[in-house]
């Protein structure tokens, strides 16, 4: 999520499970993902499955955003609808809460796009592929718009008398990312306070507080600064809501 025409940083590329899970880990810690009904292939392991072969809502989300950019930007005032639709935080503290979800389907440039997409692409085929197929498109797009709105929240909680509109999918992209923070070399969910976990969500956590320090140094120059805030709060809630969500979309045994 970027404040005006901010980009997201880097993204690395992780592939994720996508068919059913298989059998459920020994590990009494972990959460294991019930096993699939008779008659059905086993799934590969999580890191296994390849991110390009990814699930059809993760193309569709990935496909949205240069598509929704392009509407955006197609009558020649990109800037129109980010100071209509974009997340202003003194607009929330006011009762109008449309920006939670317009900032989503709004950016800040192509590049800003392009980062949001890929990202969306590599973490969300992880995600998408931990959810049952019966009823894994409500349970992804759920979640992902679930992490949007809180990344936005969350924001809105740290800077309430702000007037400069957010713009941007990064919150929900990072709540992907903190989900898959919890998939790393499984076939289930590892345990929230896993030390390889909370690595990770250090290493992303350092991450944003770094990019955010250099997008404020830079904001004269590229017109506005990183919302490292909102990335770090879409990266909790995604961290915290996995295991939930895959529960009910996955029947995830604890």
Excluded: K
């Excluded at 950016?107 to 590599?122: D, I, P, S, T």
């Excluded at 320090?213 to 830079?218: K, N």
Aim: charged share 10%.
């Amino acid at each position: 999520m970027a404040r005006l025409f901010s980009h997201l940083g880097c993204m690395s590329r992780q592939p994720g499970p996508w068919d059913l899970p298989a059998e459920p880990d020994s590990t009494p810690a972990e959460e294991a993902v019930a096993p699939p009904p008779a008659g059905r292939e086993s799934a590969v392991d999580p890191r296994d499955a390849p991110a390009f072969n990814a699930p059809w809502p993760v193309l569709l989300l990935a496909l949205s955003m240069p598509a929704l950019y392009w509407f955006q930007a197609r009558g020649g005032d990109p800037i129109g609808p980010i100071q209509t639709w974009g997340l202003v935080p003194a607009r929330v503290m006011q009762g109008d809460w449309t920006g939670l979800i317009g900032a989503m389907l709004l950016h800040g440039g192509w590049a800003h796009v392009a980062m949001n997409a890929v990202g969306a692409l590599a973490f969300g085929t992880a995600v998408a592929r931990l959810f049952d197929r019966r009823t894994g498109v409500l349970g992804f797009v759920s979640f992902y718009a679930i992490c949007g709105i809180l990344a936005g929240l969350g924001y809105v909680a740290l800077h309430p008398a702000s007037q400069i509109p957010l713009v941007g999918a990064s919150g929900a992209v990072f709540g992907l990312i903190g989900a898959s923070t919890r998939l790393v070399g499984r076939r289930s969910l590892a345990p929230m306070f896993d030390r390889r976990v909370l690595s990770q969500m250090m290493m992303w956590t350092v991450l944003n507080v770094a990019i955010g320090l250099a997008g404020s140094l830079m904001a004269g120059v590229a017109g506005g600064a990183v919302a490292w805030e909102a990335h770090i709060a879409g990266l909790i809630v995604g961290w915290l809501l996995v295991g939930p969500f895959a529960r009910v979309f996955a029947r995830v045994r604890g």
